[in-house]
């Protein structure tokens, strides 16, 4: 992975963390910038080694979201940081997919990970709109949200902060898809005898697009979905985690 040191998105590669990128850096749509290490995206730190550890405590990590079902968590509980002042458990169930993939239903391949995005912009609504009223307090900053790969119920968590702050759609879905670059090595390993779940565990264009074209039809767009629906006070959002870039 040959990425600039300032290239937004970028991969902070850690030994046992999956997927850990800071969210700062992507310009707005009004000529700004999002602050840099404010918000970090990543998969569950389970895994933490003592050098992940001492990174992300020089990050000054303050607040953990964790977006895993209760049975991901138990499983496999974060690993601490020093500076960890509050983890906010915000459990969207997995298990859902498990639901969508029953005989009723007929879905298979992508169209069962398409449902499944539509299905995440309904019903985790709840602990989208906490994630939001948390972001709403910009003392929990720095704030790292995560859920197992860092890919889906992150994803989409990722796409929407992006749209708030002004971020153009097109570099919503490239920071979307940099999961599949930056997990390509882990989804090999993870197919291994289990060739059928591919859909599943693959990072796609179409699971987000068919998120954002549930939005659209069912809600007026994502401008008053954020709004309505998670609550978001999108001016005062990007009030605080975007900054006037420098001309010089």
Known sequence: MNHNATEP??????????????????PTGDGRRIRLGTLYRAGDLHGLTEGDRVFL???????????????????APDRDLATRVETFALPIE???????SSGETGLAGAALMEALYTQMVESARPQYRRFFSILSCFEHTPLLFHCSAGKDRTGLAAAFIL???????????????????YLQEHIQ???I??????????????????????IDRAFGGIDRYLREELGADIPALREQYTVAVDPG
Do not use: C
């Open 193 to 214: 005898g289990a060739p059928h779940l591919e859909p599943l565990f693959s990072v796609r264009r179409s699971y987000l697009e068919a998120a954002f074209a549930h």
């Open 189 to 191: 390993q993870w197919l």
């Open 9 to 26: 998105g970028r991969l902070l590669a850690l030994e046992g963390v999956y997927n850990l990128r800071d969210l700062g850096g992507y």
């Open 57 to 75: 405590e020089t990050r000054s990590i303050r607040t953990i979201v964790d977006f895993r079902g209760l049975k991901e968590q138990e499983r």
């Open 94 to 100: 997995a298990g859902n997919i498990m639901d969508l």
């Open 163 to 181: 749209s708030a702050l002004g971020v153009d759609r097109k570099l919503i879905y490239r920071d979307y898809l940099r999961s599949a670059e």
